[in-house]
């Protein structure tokens, strides 16, 4: 008898709906792990923590980045699909609704802290403090000149203010499938375009449907032309650009900042730097929260999954002392982070969609 395709089924409202038992997913002795570049790291120290303490088979990951991720999540259940996806940013309600036409319907939704979307260059390079403005304005296909949106002319630093260094721009950041992406571009683009003039005059004369699309359309898409570079999925790429061009900037998650202090320095957003303190503060103007998603149907089933999850949201690891901390991660306050540790530990469904 071949056990990996053995399902039962039942009627729920007039569908039939599989559910896969134990002897379904027995060809499968390790828990897999898929998504974000950013959440990577912690997933992994939480994976090789969890097999030293307990001696079970430790998670294996796949940085695939959260869109990716999501994708392969949300494509059903049983063995050859993933048990877990890292996300740096909420899921999605296009994602949700896929996860639910493939089955995918009970899912938990656990905020493991926070991150502040860090922006550096070579400690070899000038001192940067720029405004989501000039980001904006460095970054964007289409930028507002004399009252006109035209293709983004700038070339120069020193171009969009004299007080910038006279250097190339040149900023190496993720693809449109990674959640650093959604993240700059929704906290720094968006932002940084709608504090201009050209679109505040824009907003006094739009309603509110039409002026956002306007900020979708103009201000989401990255140039093309030269000063961006899209570095992929794998951001030590990115480290390892910033630390052979001292002129270039780069985009990724705090983590990868604080894990090469030795090598790379930050990029003051409005004067601040991003830090445990200014990003928990919000102070640091540019940081998100940080998720994974566990997908309830494969818990009993896995082997260790229950474990790792609760490894994975405990005081060692996540809280404010925890050993995540070293990775770069900035924890939540108690209150909520023991809120997240019950819906976590305790199977609870996801409502960001349903309530």
Known sequence: MHTRNLVSLFAVGGLAVATFTAPAMAGRDHIKIVGSSTVYPYSQAVAEEFAKTTGKKAPVLESTGTGGGMKIFCKGI????????????AMKKSEWELCQKN??????????????????????????????????????????????????????WNEIDKALPATKITVYGPPPTSG????????AMHKGCASLAYFKDQKAKLDKKAYGNLIKAKCTPMRQD????????????????????????????????????????AVKVKGVEPSFETIAS??????????????????????????FIAAYVSDDAMGPDGYLKERGLVALGDGPRSKIQNAATGSMGMTRYTN
Do not use: C, W
């Not at 049983?78 to 940013?89: K, L, W, Y």
């Not at 570079?229 to 998650?253: C, M, T």
């Open 226 to 265: 030269g000063p961006f570079i899209e570095a992929g999925e794998n951001d030590n790429l990115i480290v390892q650009r910033l630390d052979s061009d001292k002129n270039a900037l780069g985009i990724f998650g705090y983590s990868f900042l604080f894990e090469n202090l030795d090598k790379l320095k």
């Open 180 to 187: 650093t992406r959604d993240a700059f571009v929704e906290l």
């Open 282 to 307: 919000g102070e640091y103007g540019i940081s998100r929260p940080l998720f994974f998603y566990i997908k309830n149907a494969h818990r009993k089933v896995i082997p260790g999954m229950e474990d």
């Open 103 to 156: 089955g995918v319907n009970d899912i938990t939704e656990v905020q493991i802290g926070f991150d502040g979307l860090s922006v550096a260059l070579s400690r070899k390079g000038s001192d940067f403090n720029l405004t989501k403005e000039q980001l904006y304005l460095a970054l964007s296909a289409e930028v507002p000149v004399d009252g006109k949106l035209v293709k983004n002319p700038y070339k120069m």
């Open 78 to 89: 049983g063995e050859q699909h993933p048990d877990i996806t890292g996300a740096s940013r």
